[in-house]
């Protein structure tokens, strides 16, 4: 018997392989063991966590739907370590790579490039994060430098577009894809952001999500959030966690190290894990990669961070923040993050913790963030109805009678416990 992710390949029982067959069944034919045939079939693709967490607000959109069959593959990556098993957790099927190109779908969802070009459907794409903030090295100047993840080289292949469709957060990028790619502006679409839109509606509540994550009424939580790669506050962890975690009386103040997922993929999670509680002698609670980084940031009251996503959603928060490295050579000067970097105020050696988050409090203004966060997204609280319109207009397919009903932020574990695996953020 041959297993597949855990379950049994139905060529066991109904025939093997051959140039035309994909588990004993012709390209897009029902599985024979199937209960609901004739579905749509939609292919999630993610080539990482954070592809994976990323697209949990999309596919969704389309989950009660009885019309439609949702089905995953892990895309080759080099940051995919770990992938396949969060989404196996969630009870979802998994295809591996080399059945997922044999098929033929009637939607692939992907946030990510990689290997787009061997599958069969019409593809959807989408950015992985939030305001298309990285250049790519070397090039030209920076101001002539396309954002990475808006250029031909991230959505063609061999001179023509893969995807059919390219939903986009903001009305702003469509000026920053005409100058990088304007064949793809016949296909792109400004649907919102779904991240946005979590954070908005949690924030009223944060008081239950700093429940949740056992912090008394007058702790502090500050949350050191880090992407990867050179230029991340990550490469200055044995500098800032130990200064954090001796400078801030205790009790008063919770510590709480949220990684990007790509640090643990190349180094694995107890590597993460043992760096961060070794440079802290153990008063750090880090957050595993899998776990939603969203009731975090909107529990938190300082933010100390980077050049990375969760940083620049921080700008809605209310939370004071401070950055602590910024690579600004490899930061889009045109993107809401340089704006932030403009705009927040650094954390400097040499000077007592408490003083600069109090400096940080006190020169907030609330105004000043909230120009940025609008430059996340130009359809606040119309991410669901907009993408299950894009969605459903490439399945071919009438939307439910009905509004979206996105689930709420979920309530995480107590910083000091294990956080289970949940796909619903990004990164």
């Known amino acids: 018997m041959t297993l597949v992710h855990g379950e049994q390949d139905i060529t066991t029982t109904y025939g093997t392989h051959d140039s035309h067959r994909t588990n004993g069944t012709p ?27 990323r697209l949990h607000d999309f596919y969704s959109l389309l989950a009660s739907d009885l019309r439609i069959h949702v089905q995953f593959t892990v895309a080759p990556h080099m940051f995919n370590r770990g992938t396949a098993e969060a989404l196996l957790a969630l009870g979802a099927t998994v ?15 992907a946030a990510g490039s990689q290997g787009m070009e061997q599958l069969h459907g019409p593809v959807v794409r989408l950015p992985h994060g939030a305001g298309n903030i ?20 991230y959505l063609c292949w061999e001179g023509r577009l893969v995807p059919v ?17 304007p064949e793809a502006l016949p296909i792109a679409e400004v649907v919102g952001d779904p991240c946005y839109d979590r954070i908005a509606a949690a924030l009223p509540h944060r008081e239950h999500y700093r429940t949740a994550l056992g912090l008394r ?5 500050v949350l050191v959030s880090s992407t990867w790669g050179a230029g991340s506050l990550f490469t200055r962890l044995d500098t800032v966690l130990p200064r954090l975690t001796t400078e801030l009386p205790r009790p008063g103040y919770r510590t709480a190290l949220l990684a990007h997922p790509n640090i643990a993929a190349a180094h694995s999670p107890w590597q993460v ?6 440079t802290a002698r153990g008063a750090v609670s880090v957050v595993p990669p899998e776990t939603d980084w969203r009731p975090l940031l909107v529990a938190a009251d300082y933010i100390i961070g980077d050049h990375g996503s969760v940083t620049l959603y921080g700008a809605m928060t ?20 340089a704006q932030l970097a403009r705009t927040a105020p650094a954390l400097a050696p040499g000077h007592p913790l408490t003083g600069q988050l109090a400096y940080a409090a006190e020169q907030y203004r609330p105004e000043d963030y909230t120009a940025i966060a ?33 689930a709420p932020l979920p309530l995480p574990a107590p910083l000091d416990a294990p956080l289970l695996p949940d796909f619903r953020r990004a990164g």
């Not at 390209?27 to 993610?46: I, N, Q, S």
């Not at 295809?95 to 969802?109: G, K, S």
């Not at 009424?217 to 939580?221: G, S």
């Not at 894990?273 to 070794?278: D, G, N, T």
Request: with cysteine; glycine share 8%; hydrophobic share 35%.
């Open 217 to 221: 009424p007058e702790e502090k939580l």
């Open 95 to 109: 295809l591996p790579w080399e059945q997922a190109v044999r098929r033929e779908f009637d939607l692939v969802l």
């Open 374 to 406: 609008d430059r996340i997204s130009s359809e606040p609280g119309r991410f669901d109805r907009n993408a299950r319109r894009l969605l459903y207009r490439v399945l071919g397919l009438g939307q439910p009678a009905h509004g979206p009903e996105p």
């Open 318 to 337: 209310g939370a004071p923040v401070l950055l602590a490295e910024y690579p600004h050579h490899h930061v889009n000067p045109r993107s809401p993050s």
């Open 134 to 153: 990285k250049l790519p090295r070397g090039g030209g100047p920076d101001g002539e430098r396309p954002a990475r993840k808006l250029g031909p080289d």
């Open 273 to 278: 894990r043992s760096w961060a509680m070794a």
């Open 27 to 53: 390209h897009g034919a029902a599985w024979p063991l199937e209960t609901l045939r004739d579905r749509k079939k939609v292919l999630v693709v993610a080539q990482t966590m954070v592809y994976a967490q």
């Open 165 to 181: 469709s390219f939903a986009l957060a903001h009305q702003e990028e469509l000026a920053e894809l005409g100058r990088n790619c």
